[in-house]
């Protein structure tokens, strides 16, 4: 089966412009994760999707961060104003059930903010 | 927020050595688990551990949950090149909350 998909792979933007992740998780699965990643840690929960409702979102910085999972598939996250200090790698992540914790990652977004 | 201490940071390691890391926290955890990231992909569930005291394999890999519940160890046995990575603990406490260790990087020595 296909893995989690993610697009763009590298993002260069300029601070102050905005930008978009996108998502496609593995079929059939209903949760959805996004994370995270700076350089040297792991990764941070941003917010967690149990089909197309966002039931954990206490981590998104809500001032510049949205995210939505129209028809409970695919997810676009967006931060706009970037900031320097957005510059990470966003991770997403999907499982099949409820409290399933060894989802699946995607291979992420590379982020960088100048 | 809360923490997970990994240790070490990073290995330089020859192939066909042992590798032991380990991840303590101050905070009891109901789970432990482990992964792994390679450059430019995102992490791997490699084991998962449900019970204090439980010792789980997965291949050349075997890992430990803590007595105490607030550590974890995992060790690779005689080491190959792709072991080389980030290895990554995260602690569950509550049923979706996953808290991260920074990783250990594992190096092989040419």
């Known amino acids: 089966e296909a893995g989690v998909v993610q697009s763009p792979r590298y993002k260069i933007i300029e601070k102050k412009q905005p930008v978009a992740f996108w998502c496609n998780p593995i079929?059939?699965?209903?949760?959805l994760y996004w994370y995270r990643q700076n350089l040297g840690q792991g990764p941070e929960l941003l917010i967690r999707?149990?089909?197309?409702?966002?039931?954990?979102d206490s981590q998104l910085p809500k001032d510049r961060f949205s995210a939505e999972r129209l028809k409970g598939v695919d997810s676009t996250l967006k931060i706009q104003p970037a900031e320097l200090g957005d510059s990470a790698v966003y991770l997403c992540a999907s499982s099949s059930r409820q409290g399933s914790y060894g989802y699946t990652f995607g291979s992420g977004t590379r982020l960088t903010v100048v | 927020g809360q923490q997970l201490n990994q240790s070490p940071q990073s290995m330089f390691i020859q192939e066909g050595e042992d590798v032991s890391m380990n991840c303590t926290s101050s905070?009891?955890?109901?789970?432990w688990l482990w992964y792994k990231q390679d450059p430019g992909e995102g992490p791997v569930l490699l084991i998962a551990l449900y019970k204090a005291g439980e010792l789980t394999s997965n291949g050349r890999l075997t890992a430990q949950f803590g007595i105490t519940r607030k550590d974890s160890f995992l060790n690779i046995s005689a080491s190959i090149p792709s072991d080389v990575g980030i290895y990554f603990c995260a602690g569950l406490q509550l049923i979706y909350q996953l808290i991260w260790g920074a990783g250990t990087k594992l190096i092989i020595k040419p």
């Open positions: 999707y149990e089909n197309e409702e966002a039931v954990d």
């Open positions: 079929s059939g699965h209903n949760t």
């Open positions: 905070s009891i955890f109901n789970t």
